[in-house]
Protein backbone atom coordinates (compact mmCIF):
# COMPACT_ATOMS: atom_id res chain seq x y z
CA UNK A 1 0.00 0.00 0.00
CA UNK A 2 2.76 2.28 0.82
CA UNK A 3 4.70 1.88 -2.47
CA UNK A 4 1.60 2.33 -4.33
CA UNK A 5 0.74 5.75 -2.51
CA UNK A 6 4.54 6.70 -3.34
CA UNK A 7 4.09 5.71 -6.84
CA UNK A 8 0.62 7.97 -7.19
CA UNK A 9 2.42 10.70 -5.50
CA UNK A 10 5.60 10.69 -8.09
CA UNK A 11 3.12 10.85 -11.01
CA UNK A 12 1.21 14.09 -9.80
CA UNK A 13 2.45 17.22 -10.52
CA UNK A 14 1.78 20.51 -8.82
CA UNK A 15 0.43 23.72 -10.73
CA UNK A 16 3.03 25.66 -12.22
CA UNK A 17 4.01 29.75 -12.21
CA UNK A 18 2.83 30.53 -15.43
CA UNK A 19 -0.75 28.65 -14.67
CA UNK A 20 -0.90 30.34 -11.04
CA UNK A 21 -0.03 33.82 -12.28
CA UNK A 22 -2.49 33.06 -14.84
CA UNK A 23 -5.28 32.73 -12.44
CA UNK A 24 -4.39 35.98 -10.35
CA UNK A 25 -5.05 38.02 -13.66
CA UNK A 26 -7.89 36.51 -13.90
CA UNK A 27 -9.40 37.84 -10.17
CA UNK A 28 -7.90 40.73 -10.96
CA UNK A 29 -9.98 41.67 -14.20
CA UNK A 30 -12.99 40.59 -12.09
CA UNK A 31 -12.02 42.32 -9.05
CA UNK A 32 -11.65 45.60 -11.40
CA UNK A 33 -14.52 45.31 -13.10
CA UNK A 34 -16.90 44.54 -9.90
CA UNK A 35 -15.16 47.15 -7.67
CA UNK A 36 -16.56 50.42 -9.58
CA UNK A 37 -19.88 48.36 -10.27
CA UNK A 38 -20.21 47.99 -6.44
CA UNK A 39 -19.59 51.63 -5.86
CA UNK A 40 -21.90 52.87 -8.13
CA UNK A 41 -24.86 50.94 -6.58
CA UNK A 42 -23.92 52.03 -3.04
CA UNK A 43 -24.01 55.64 -4.35
CA UNK A 44 -27.45 55.18 -6.33
CA UNK A 45 -29.13 53.61 -3.16
CA UNK A 46 -27.76 56.51 -1.38
CA UNK A 47 -29.30 59.09 -4.13
CA UNK A 48 -32.73 56.73 -3.81
CA UNK A 49 -33.13 56.74 0.21
CA UNK A 50 -33.12 60.54 0.32
CA UNK A 51 -35.53 60.64 -2.41
CA UNK A 52 -37.56 58.82 -0.35
CA UNK A 53 -36.86 60.74 2.78
CA UNK A 54 -37.84 63.83 0.96
CA UNK A 55 -41.32 62.01 0.01
CA UNK A 56 -41.79 60.66 3.50
CA UNK A 57 -41.53 64.00 4.82
CA UNK A 58 -44.02 65.73 1.80
CA UNK A 59 -46.42 63.16 2.55
CA UNK A 60 -46.03 64.16 6.79
CA UNK A 61 -46.06 67.59 5.77
CA UNK A 62 -49.86 66.93 3.78
CA UNK A 63 -50.83 65.10 7.00
CA UNK A 64 -50.07 68.21 9.17
CA UNK A 65 -51.94 70.28 6.80
CA UNK A 66 -54.84 68.22 6.36
CA UNK A 67 -55.04 68.24 10.64
CA UNK A 68 -54.38 71.48 10.97
CA UNK A 69 -55.52 73.59 7.85
CA UNK A 70 -54.47 77.12 9.62
CA UNK A 71 -51.54 76.40 9.17
CA UNK A 72 -50.24 77.50 5.10
CA UNK A 73 -47.13 75.62 5.45
CA UNK A 74 -44.85 73.70 7.11
CA UNK A 75 -41.26 75.51 7.74
CA UNK A 76 -39.35 72.93 9.43
CA UNK A 77 -38.95 69.38 10.06
CA UNK A 78 -39.74 69.91 14.02
CA UNK A 79 -42.96 71.22 13.20
CA UNK A 80 -43.91 67.56 11.85
CA UNK A 81 -41.95 65.53 13.95
CA UNK A 82 -45.09 64.02 15.70
CA UNK A 83 -45.93 62.52 11.66
CA UNK A 84 -42.73 61.50 10.76
CA UNK A 85 -40.97 58.91 12.73
CA UNK A 86 -37.43 59.68 11.64
CA UNK A 87 -35.78 62.57 9.34
CA UNK A 88 -33.93 59.98 8.22
CA UNK A 89 -30.78 62.11 5.88
CA UNK A 90 -32.78 65.39 5.82
CA UNK A 91 -31.37 68.38 6.86
CA UNK A 92 -33.45 71.11 5.62
CA UNK A 93 -36.80 71.37 4.80
CA UNK A 94 -40.02 73.80 3.92
CA UNK A 95 -43.15 72.43 2.26
CA UNK A 96 -45.20 74.98 0.82
CA UNK A 97 -48.80 73.83 -0.87
CA UNK A 98 -49.32 76.20 -3.79
CA UNK A 99 -53.23 78.26 -3.22
CA UNK A 100 -55.75 76.99 -5.40
CA UNK A 101 -53.91 73.57 -6.87
CA UNK A 102 -52.72 70.33 -5.75
CA UNK A 103 -49.20 71.14 -6.03
CA UNK A 104 -47.14 71.72 -3.42
CA UNK A 105 -43.43 72.49 -3.09
CA UNK A 106 -40.17 71.58 -0.95
CA UNK A 107 -37.36 73.09 -0.36
CA UNK A 108 -34.62 71.34 1.56
CA UNK A 109 -30.91 69.67 2.03
CA UNK A 110 -30.32 66.01 2.04
CA UNK A 111 -27.19 64.37 2.62
CA UNK A 112 -24.06 64.59 4.72
CA UNK A 113 -22.55 67.86 4.69
CA UNK A 114 -18.95 65.99 3.32
CA UNK A 115 -20.12 63.54 1.06
CA UNK A 116 -23.46 63.68 -1.61
CA UNK A 117 -25.96 66.19 -1.26
CA UNK A 118 -29.28 66.85 -2.68
CA UNK A 119 -30.74 70.18 -2.44
CA UNK A 120 -34.46 70.58 -3.05
CA UNK A 121 -35.29 73.43 -4.90
CA UNK A 122 -34.43 76.95 -3.72
CA UNK A 123 -35.73 80.03 -2.05
CA UNK A 124 -37.76 81.21 -5.20
CA UNK A 125 -38.74 77.40 -6.56
CA UNK A 126 -39.44 74.15 -5.00
CA UNK A 127 -39.15 70.62 -5.85
CA UNK A 128 -42.47 68.84 -6.68
CA UNK A 129 -43.58 65.51 -5.63
CA UNK A 130 -42.84 64.29 -9.67
CA UNK A 131 -39.68 66.13 -9.88
CA UNK A 132 -38.01 63.76 -6.95
CA UNK A 133 -39.52 61.00 -8.33
CA UNK A 134 -38.67 61.24 -11.66
CA UNK A 135 -34.82 62.19 -11.16
CA UNK A 136 -32.70 59.19 -11.53
CA UNK A 137 -30.73 57.48 -8.97
CA UNK A 138 -27.54 57.62 -11.01
CA UNK A 139 -27.50 60.91 -12.14
CA UNK A 140 -24.38 62.78 -11.47
CA UNK A 141 -23.17 66.11 -10.23
CA UNK A 142 -25.56 69.21 -11.88
CA UNK A 143 -28.80 70.23 -11.49
CA UNK A 144 -31.93 68.70 -12.98
CA UNK A 145 -35.61 69.20 -12.20
CA UNK A 146 -34.82 72.30 -9.55
CA UNK A 147 -32.96 69.57 -7.42
CA UNK A 148 -29.02 69.85 -7.97
CA UNK A 149 -27.08 66.85 -6.90
CA UNK A 150 -23.30 67.40 -5.31
CA UNK A 151 -20.76 65.44 -3.82
CA UNK A 152 -20.20 62.83 -6.60
Known sequence: MKKFLQKKLKDQKGMTLIELLAVI????IIAAI???AIGNLIENS???AMKSDALNAMAASELYLADNP???????LATIASYLDDE???KEFTYTPASGTTEASMTGTAGESSALQLVFGNATTGAT????TTLPNNTGNGTTNNITISGR
Not at 70 to 76: G, H, I, L
Open 88 to 90: GTL
Open 25 to 28: VIIA
Open 46 to 48: RVG
Open 129 to 132: KENI
Open 70 to 76: TVASVPD
Open 34 to 36: AIP
